[in-house]
């Protein structure tokens, strides 16, 4: 049942998409193997970086066979940081891996409904923020500790459970920024979407996200008026060191300038 859900809810949204948006022109995929091939082959893993291809993929499920118990909350999360330079906060509690039911600290149990709401997209956990329906994640070089700051060439989710609009990534690039996108919406329970957005040479870096899920955090149940969403698979290209455009070395060098002239005239 879950394997025939993903296919209706993904699959209706099998689409590759160029957005303008202002600065530059970027391809957003609502299709979870063709964003895959976008990023590239090998899946990374927890393989030091840098690394000049391929991708790194996060499913929360914690190898080996399926896990099932829930993590509490914390903020900055940081398990993925080190193996995978990837780093996420949120404004409220924290963020948490978890199953939608079963184990210690499920979703369901903040609120019954959510058993029979959500899906995993890869069993069995889940992600999703505490206390706040908003995630913010940033990039750093794999192996650093988190230490170097990277960008990325292209970043998506899968989510579980966009009935209404308000589900939204919005991007910060070293070109500037996009967004925020929408997420397709989907209407009944256990349904995934999509939304990944990819750039090309010369179209920057990935370099921040901010991911809003649903209308409200996690606790109510849903209504008319109220969508409660939650995450599963984080895909991203593989963490590149972010290299100063043009402009930005252009004003070091004026500032490097003005402090060789200041200090001249200090000392004549």
Same mark, same amino acid.
């Not at 829930?70 to 509690?93: I, K, L, S």
């Given at each position: 049942?879950?394997?025939?859900?993903?296919?209706?809810?993904?699959?209706?949204?099998?689409?590759?998409?160029?957005?303008?948006?202002? +600065?530059?022109?970027?391809?957003?995929?609502?299709?979870?193997?063709?964003?895959?091939?976008?990023?590239?082959?090998?899946?990374?893993?927890?393989?030091?970086?840098?690394?000049?291809?391929?991708?790194?993929?996060?499913?929360?499920?914690?190898?080996?066979?399926?896990?099932?118990?829930?993590?509490?909350?914390?903020?900055?999360?940081?398990?993925?940081?080190?193996?995978?330079?990837?780093?996420?906060?949120?404004?409220?509690?924290?963020?948490? !891996?978890?199953?939608?039911?079963?184990?210690?600290?499920?979703?369901?149990?903040?609120?019954? !409904?959510?058993?029979?709401?959500?899906?995993?997209?890869?069993?069995?956990?889940?992600? +999703?923020?505490?206390?706040?329906?908003?995630?913010?994640?940033?990039?750093?070089?794999?192996?650093?500790?988190?230490?170097?700051?990277?960008?990325?060439?292209?970043?998506?989710?899968?989510?579980?459970?966009?009935?209404?609009?308000?589900?939204?990534?919005?991007?910060?690039?070293?070109?500037?920024?996009?967004?925020?996108?929408?997420? +397709?919406?989907?209407?009944?329970?256990?349904?995934?979407?999509?939304?990944?957005?990819?750039?090309?040479?010369?179209?920057?870096?990935?370099?921040?996200?901010?991911?809003?899920?649903?209308?409200? +955090?996690?606790?109510?149940?849903?209504?008319?008026?109220?969508?409660?969403?939650?995450?599963?698979?984080?895909?991203?290209?593989?963490? !590149? !060191?972010?290299?100063?455009?043009?402009?930005?070395?252009?004003?070091?060098?004026?500032?490097?300038?003005?402090?060789?002239?200041?200090?001249?005239?200090?000392?004549?």
């Amino acid at each position: 049942m879950r394997s025939m859900l993903k296919a209706v809810a993904v699959g209706l949204a099998s689409f590759v998409l160029a957005v303008p948006t202002g +600065a530059t022109a970027v391809t957003v995929f609502s299709d979870v193997d063709l964003f895959r091939a976008a990023l590239g082959n090998p899946n990374n893993a927890n393989n030091p970086g840098p690394l000049a291809t391929g991708r790194r993929e996060i499913n929360w499920d914690g190898g080996g066979p399926p896990v099932i118990n829930g993590t509490p909350p914390v903020t900055p999360f940081t398990v993925f940081e080190n193996t995978r330079g990837a780093t996420f906060t949120t404004p409220g509690t924290g963020l948490t !891996q978890a199953a939608a039911t079963g184990g210690l600290l499920s979703l369901d149990l903040i609120n019954p !409904q959510y058993a029979t709401l959500f899906a995993p997209f890869s069993p069995n956990r889940l992600f +999703a923020p505490i206390g706040s329906n908003i995630t913010d994640g940033f990039f750093s070089i794999p192996g650093t500790g988190g230490t170097v700051p990277a960008g990325v060439s292209g970043f998506g989710v899968v989510f579980s459970d966009v009935d209404l609009a308000g589900t939204s990534i919005a991007f910060a690039t070293t070109q500037g920024g996009i967004g925020p996108l929408s997420v +397709a919406t989907f209407q009944g329970n256990q349904t995934f979407s999509f939304l990944g957005v990819f750039l090309g040479p010369g179209e920057g870096l990935i370099t921040s996200v901010r991911i809003v899920t649903g209308t409200t +955090a996690l606790g109510p149940s849903e209504s008319p008026t109220v969508d409660i969403v939650v995450m599963d698979d984080f895909l991203y290209g593989e963490p !590149q !060191q972010v290299v100063p455009e043009p402009a930005s070395l252009s004003l070091l060098a004026l500032g490097l300038l003005a402090a060789w002239v200041a200090r001249s005239r200090s000392c004549g």
